[in-house]
């Protein structure tokens, strides 16, 4: 059965119960969130913006929303998919020179020196899936490896966003270029720098900087306003700090970037992975134009053919086992967005979707008929998901059932 209007505001008000205990203290300060079931929205923030609780959180607060820029940075390369300028099987080489006849290692964790040629180009559609050969394996965190080395001698050590830090992307691009694959193109899923490549990517085949062309093509049209890779002056007293996860033994916690930070002017590198800041109800337009399958509000941002390819799992099974989007295996990975595999189960949520590790978590439940957001200003601990982004989709998997 269908939700009506009234259902839905019991599912507004069972979520408000439940995360209403996990802020503050050693949870997130602050947070805002929004639902959209089959076109009714609802949304509510809890909180505050500042470790005093002097300012309180609002469904218009400002985010970091990090890696949830990731499926924004796919829909921007898509929409030049659709439009005839790139496509998923034309070797990048042309755009993206410093990429060209790469070298790779001989063994992932092996000299740097030790290297054979590629067996083929890299491709659009390998950026997109994140089997370009660059990024981060998960399967290797903390092991000694002298790529990893070299990356850091660079300047391009991976870490959380810190957009005013970032090289300018034909100097960044240039360095990538100077060090080998770690894997073929094509072979392997690594973390990030797909993201970051893709960027520089449409920049250079619209023929505008990257950030205009997400305002032009993705962010006007789904009227989102609040969405970009740094906060204007004027939107400053709805944007707070992001903080630390606090330390079980101190009782509170800290600060990673302040109000006046690294998102407090336009940055040198506007960057696909990790660099949007948004608001919920910004970030659930963007949502929604996806489970609807590409049309926005007064215009179609994508084809229907294009968020199908988008959303559908393009990982094989040894990609998977070699090391995917999620430990427990359950997560693929599409054009630029995770992808649930096999049948849902109880208590999970999503048909595709993705996380930021600043604090913000997005799904589209295509069963449910569901988009819904979670943003708060707390960077996660772990690679898993911290309570609060759990309890808020338990209850909607719980309140919110399937479409008839």
Not at 167 to 189: F, I, K, M, N, T
Not at 264 to 290: C, Q, R, Y
Not at 324 to 334: K, V
């Amino acid at each position: 059965m269908a939700l009506t209007g009234t259902d839905l505001d019991r599912v507004s008000a069972a979520l408000d119960a439940a995360l209403s205990p996990l802020v503050g203290a050693l949870h997130p300060p602050g947070l805002s969130w929004a639902v959209d079931v089959a076109g009714d929205r609802r949304s509510g923030a809890l909180g505050h913006l500042d470790a005093e609780r002097t300012v309180p959180a609002e469904t218009g607060t400002l985010y970091r929303i990090s890696s949830m820029t990731k499926p924004v940075t796919a829909v921007a390369a898509l929409a030049l998919v659709d439009d005839g300028v790139l496509a998923l099987d034309q070797p990048v080489d042309d755009l993206l020179p410093e990429l060209a006849g790469p070298r790779v290692l001989l063994r992932p964790d092996g000299p740097v020196e030790e290297t054979e040629t590629a067996r083929r180009p890299i491709t659009v559609e390998d950026v997109l899936t994140f089997r370009l050969g660059h990024g981060l394996d998960f399967t290797a965190l903390g092991r000694p490896n002298p790529l990893e080395d070299r990356l850091a001698q660079l300047g391009l050590a991976m870490g959380p966003p810190a957009p005013r830090e970032h090289l300018p992307p034909d100097e960044w691009l240039a360095r990538l270029g100077s060090v080998p694959l770690r894997h073929q193109p094509g072979e392997r899923w690594l973390y990030n720098t797909g993201s970051e490549v893709l960027g520089v990517l449409v920049s250079r085949a619209a023929g505008v900087s990257f950030g205009d062309w997400v305002r032009q093509r993705v962010l006007d049209p789904l009227g989102m306003p609040d969405t970009g890779f740094s906060v204007p002056v004027a939107s400053i007293p709805r944007f707070g700090a992001c903080f630390t996860a606090g330390a079980p033994d101190a009782g509170h916690v800290g600060v990673y970037d302040p109000v006046e930070g690294q998102w407090s002017s336009p940055p040198p590198f506007e960057g696909g992975d990790g660099g949007l800041v948004s608001t919920v109800g910004d970030f659930l337009s963007f949502a929604v134009m996806l489970r609807d399958g590409g049309a926005g509000r007064d215009t179609r941002v994508l084809s229907e053919r294009t968020v199908a390819a988008m959303t559908t799992n393009r990982l094989t099974e040894r990609q998977l086992r070699a090391g995917g989007p999620s430990p427990d295996g359950r997560t693929g990975w599409g054009l630029g967005v995770g992808v649930a595999l096999g049948p849902p189960s109880a208590g999970v949520v999503g048909s595709y979707g993705w996380d930021g590790g600043l604090g913000s978590s997005w799904r589209n439940d295509t069963e449910r008929g569901l988009s819904a957001v979670l943003l708060t200003n707390q960077m996660w601990a772990a690679p898993v998901p911290p309570a609060v982004c759990e309890t808020f989709w338990s209850v909607l998997a719980e309140l919110v059932p399937a479409l008839p």
